[in-house]
């Protein structure tokens, strides 16, 4: 029998609970298991866009593992859990750290080169731990990739960031690339100059200035701005910024005592990240609404 062979068995016992028969295998070829062990810790190329083959499969390994554990051979299980520096999510963590730091120096070639060599490290390893790391790895190339210049690139590798973020059930993870993306898409539009991007950047510009008004305190100032873009909006790339203006608008009134216009604006801007499923404007307005409702 091939390892192949005595891997796709034990799987099998596993999945079927034929506990006496897995158990029997891994007893009769214990010293086979332990030699190619390190192999079956790789994922098979055929099941690694099957999350669920994949949680399977480890969920097997980690059995079969235990099992040669009770059997005096700790091997397997410190190969998948091994302590120190022999720990590769520590070691890959380290190699994130570093790519960081050279993020955080303006060289961002230098920190992608980092990434992909990271990711040929974790290449064909499995695990929430390794899925995590891939997607950090996955936003800061975005990231470094915006900074180059590089704007369809940086989409590509967010759109992935976001992916897995959902995949994962990460929220904070979705709102932050949501909104990564979204910035992305409209540095992309504005780029190449199309009218779509020309509606965007004057829209951005002008809820800038408005958001420049009420940081210094001119609330009325910045309403009158933002009630100005909102009778040019209709029907343009800008749309997409309503839920900021609506909110802008909200804060205003709040700070200028006036809670149902407030309240009324607020709902507004909710209304319009939830439509354009912006979850983190939607956390953000939530939470507003609630500060309001307890003042009034």
Known sequence: MTPNDLRDRLMTAHRDGDRQQFDKLC??????IVRVFNDWAVAPAEIRQDRQAVAAYIEALAAIAQALQALGHPEPMARLSPDGPANPIRRWYYAYARAEQL???GEYDASSTELHALLADMQGTIGPG???IRTKVAGMLGTNALRLGRIDEAIVHTREALQRSHTAGDLEGVWIYTENLDTLLVAQEIAAGTPAGTELAHTRDRLAFAQDLSDARRYTASNEVLRELLDTLRDTAGMRYL???YG???LNYFRSNDPAMAEHCTRLALAQCRQRQDYAGERIYTA????IEQRR
């Open 27 to 32: 007893r009769r070829h214990a010293d086979t």
């Open 130 to 132: 390794v899925d995590d």
């Open 243 to 245: 839920g900021k203006i």
């Open 103 to 105: 993020l955080h120096a």
């Open 288 to 291: 507003n609404l609630a500060v």
């Open 248 to 250: 802008l608008l909200g």
